[in-house]
């Protein structure tokens, strides 16, 4: 009982430390917008926003799971992660997109983003560098 309960405990705050967390969008230091819309991040996100009116193409790298990766896919595309993922897939299939880079962890999406001209990625707050550039949110 106590190990069972133990277990909840932990559990419980893992949950509740994740939902918590902050979630940045990081450029390439040459990217020269300093903020996005909401819409701009989805529109980012599904390939449906290519280009930066500064930095030409926008090579975007996404985290492959984890709770920073549902937490983003969820907050801004509105689509779980395996929605996501399928929707991705079905764009490579019809020949309609690439898959966005993929890494395991937020460090690789740090050097990703420092390393590409024009990248662009999210990580939990904590893990962005001064290699990158933090985004903005722009309110409605």
Same mark, same amino acid.
């Given at each position: 009982?106590? @190990? ?10 893992? =949950? ?11 450029? !390439? ?13 989805? !529109?980012?996100?599904?390939? !449906? ?11 975007? =790298? ?11 896919? $969820?907050?801004?595309? $509105? @689509? ?5 993922? %399928?929707?991705?897939? %079905? $764009? =490579? ?16 999406? =740090? ?21 990158? %550039? ?7």
């Amino acid at each position: 009982m106590k @190990r069972s309960l133990l277990f909840l405990v932990a559990f419980a705050a893992t =949950v509740l430390g994740t939902k918590a967390q902050d979630i940045v969008l990081i450029v !390439n230091p040459g990217v020269t917008e300093t903020s996005v819309s909401g819409d701009d991040v989805k !529109n980012i996100l599904l390939g !449906n926003k290519a280009r930066w009116e500064s930095a030409g193409n926008i090579k975007v =790298v996404i985290l492959t799971e984890g709770a920073v990766h549902e937490k983003a896919i $969820q907050e801004f595309t $509105q @689509r779980t992660t395996d929605q996501f993922d %399928k929707f991705w897939k %079905k $764009q =490579v299939f019809t020949g309609k997109g690439i898959m966005p880079a993929q890494v395991k962890t937020e460090a690789e999406v =740090v050097e990703y983003v420092s390393k590409n001209t024009g990248a662009f990625g999210y990580v939990a707050k904590e893990s962005a560098t001064d290699k990158v %550039k933090v985004l903005s949110i722009k309110s409605k």
